[in-house]
């Protein structure tokens, strides 16, 4: 059953007016809910705008594993595009509901909920040295709600498109149907709302990697790692062919072609193969046989810190039978987090991924050396597909406030620069 979509034009908020309209033609996307006010704020706290949004519905009935479900991506802006002003956004949160778009559904249903930004046009009005994926969040099994400690903040445009990838998973239910969909929170303060300023943070990614080709090493590095025979997995990330039984090719790490945006961050989620330079490829989507398995990938090139700085926020990415996840400081010989999980009561799946949030954050410094460890425990007798993500959210030392003027001469260039724009049912402007 497909339900009825309509798309909702954004209720602007405070000063800015309102305004609706509403598509004549169904939207394929997700709808959009305005954005408002959360609760009565106290004296000095300034009010929490949630925007929220609605996924289209995905008729489950079959088997789909980690990101080989229906899924869909559509963008939105958080408030109003045309008059740009600085938001920080402080929360986001998804939860599985039924066609209804009220009534909750298990949380199992969710492969992921991924919300991007375009990372060029973010440096071009903030600046800075940063390298950003433009992935701002994942959800997925084990958490879904994140939100930043008290008084910080991810600082965006209202300008900048957001990109929302919604996905289903079923690994459990083999027999029958079910419709779903996700049902989105964005949670966001207005800086000029603010009393008292928020700190800034940006995104980073640790993630974890396996050898598809080449000879042994680190990723991105001239010699082996030591202590890590890594030849010992070349096989398992991408000839799957001759295994019995279920489909796991799109697992294989080298044809993830068709399944759009992945939970790794990057320019090369959507094939998740990520090619070292050095004669080397690497997969962050790989199989996991029965059986214990610790995975050790260097991260320093991937986390690619711009400046020594403090962790505030770290959301996990793991799949069903992850037992950890560890984030070492190796120049130092510290762990910097390690996230434990809990599996489903029944059935396939996590119950819970641990998290880490501190409003007076842990060092990390740009000249150290970095390393994920993964544990997987597969528990089954079938080879079992596995990623390891750290999603890590730090103080952004160079932060300044752009240049309101200057981003909207800029809009007006970009405006000027194309012609009328196609329009798209589902993406509001
Ligand atoms: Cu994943």
Request: net charge negative; with cysteine.
């Given at each position: 059953m497909i339900s009825r979509h309509f798309v909702a034009g954004l209720l602007a908020i405070g000063a800015l007016g309102a305004c609706s309209k509403k598509e004549t033609r169904p939207a394929p996307v997700s709808s959009e809910i305005a954005a408002a006010p959360t609760a009565a704020a106290a004296a000095d706290e300034p009010t929490v705008y949630t925007k929220e949004m609605l996924a289209p519905v995905y008729h489950v009935d079959k088997i789909y594993k980690s990101m080989t479900g229906p899924q869909s991506t559509s963008e939105f802006f958080l408030v109003d595009a045309k008059n740009p002003e600085l938001v920080w956004i402080v929360g986001f949160e998804a939860i599985m509901v039924e066609p209804d778009g009220k009534t909750q559904a298990s949380q199992?249903?969710?492969c992921h909920t991924n919300l991007d930004i375009d990372p060029t046009l973010h440096n071009r009005a903030f600046g800075g040295s940063k390298r950003l994926s433009g992935r701002l969040f994942t959800l997925s099994q084990g958490q879904y709600r994140i939100d930043m400690p008290k008084g910080y903040g991810i600082p965006i445009l209202s300008s900048e498109l957001m990109s929302l990838n919604t996905q289903v998973l079923n690994l459990?239910?083999?027999k029958g149907e079910k419709d779903v969909r996700h049902r989105v929170y964005v949670r966001f303060v207005r800086d000029v709302e603010l009393k008292q300023a928020y700190k800034p943070l940006f995104p980073a990614a640790a993630y974890g990697l396996k050898l598809l080709?080449?000879?042994?090493?680190?990723?991105?590095?001239?010699?082996?790692?030591?202590?890590?025979?890594?030849s010992q997995h070349d096989m398992s990330g991408h000839d799957m062919s001759g295994h019995e039984g279920h489909d796991m090719s799109n697992m294989?790490?080298?044809?993830?072609?068709?399944?759009?945006?992945?939970?790794l961050p990057g320019q090369n989620a959507s094939t998740n193969e990520f090619a070292d330079g050095k004669g080397r490829a690497f997969t962050g989507h790989w199989v996991v046989k029965p059986g214990r398995e610790e995975n050790h990938t260097r991260v320093t090139n991937i986390m690619d810190l711009p400046f020594d700085t403090t962790m505030h926020y770290v959301a996990v990415h793991l799949h069903p039978f992850a037992e950890s996840l560890e984030l070492k400081d190796v120049t130092a010989g510290t762990t910097v987090y390690k996230a434990g999980t809990q599996q489903a009561?029944?059935?396939?799946?996590?119950a819970r991924v641990d998290f880490f949030s501190s409003p007076e954050g842990v060092p990390l410094y740009k000249d150290h050396e970095y390393e994920i460890v993964s544990i997987y425990n597969n528990t089954t007798g079938k080879d079992q597909d596995s990623m390891a993500v750290m999603n890590l959210y730090l103080l952004d030392k160079e932060f300044t406030k752009p240049d309101m003027e200057k981003v909207k001469a800029q809009l007006k260039e970009a405006e000027k620069a194309k012609p009328e724009p196609e329009k798209k049912s589902g993406k509001l402007m």
């Open positions: 199992e249903w969710m459990n239910m083999d080709r080449g000879t042994d090493g680190v990723f991105g590095g001239e010699e082996a790692m030591p202590g890590h025979d890594m294989s790490g080298h044809d993830m072609s068709g399944h759009g945006a992945s939970c009561g029944k059935g396939i799946g996590l």
